[in-house]
């Protein structure tokens, strides 16, 4: 094989993993949504994640906070009630 055609092959073969994995989240994904926040309720959410920080530091505890999608994910199925079976097993870290 010729090092043009070499090449061209390990391309192929980087873009093809690159592919399969693309791939294998889209499959596992299919049911996802995606949700876009407005500025009003990202600034909600980050005046959420500083009460709960400052409630933590006040604590005693590690003044960590869980992220901003974390938040919007869990009060999102808090008011449709679904049940989410990951965050009953792993409470997020610094959630109150």
Do not use: C, I
Request: aromatic letters at 4%; zero cysteines.
């Amino acid at each position: 094989m010729s090092n043009n055609a070499e090449e061209v092959n390990a391309e192929f073969m980087a873009k093809s993993k690159e592919w399969a994995k693309t791939d294998k989240v889209e499959r596992s994904k299919r049911n996802a949504v995606s949700v876009y926040l407005d500025d009003e309720l990202a600034l909600a959410l980050n005046r959420l994640r500083e009460t709960v920080r400052q409630h933590n530091e006040a604590a005693g505890l590690p003044p960590m906070a869980p992220s901003l999608s974390w938040l919007a994910r869990s009060l999102l199925r808090d008011k449709l009630g679904l049940v989410d079976s990951k965050a009953a097993k792993h409470d997020a870290p610094g959630s109150v």
